[in-house]
């Protein structure tokens, strides 16, 4: 079974540094994924043109978040 999306926990130091890596990852696993081959599917574009992201603004927070990541790996 395939997914069909993909949490990261990065840090930036504002949304312009966030959506400036947000399009080299983009960019990268695009074209690692279709130069190894691998079949993509019918879609045109492997990655949506938007992406969804929260703001970590404690430690507790961190943490909660840290754990669920962990708890939902593949």
């Known amino acids: ?6 949490h990261l926990l990065l840090e930036a130091k504002n949304r312009k ?3 400036d890596m947000m399009r080299v990852i983009k960019a990268v696993t695009s074209w ?3 130069k190894s ?3 993509i599917g019918r879609k045109a ?3 949506a ?8 603004l404690s430690s507790v927070d961190l943490e909660t978040v ?3 990541l962990e708890r939902h790996q593949m």
């Open 17 to 19: 540094c966030l959506a």
């Open 32 to 34: 690692k994924l279709r």
């Open 66 to 68: 840290r754990s669920y």
């Open 37 to 39: 081959g691998l079949h």
């Open 1 to 6: 079974m395939g997914f069909d999306h993909l």
């Open 45 to 47: 574009h492997l990655w």
């Open 49 to 56: 043109r938007r992406y969804g992201y929260r703001e970590i």
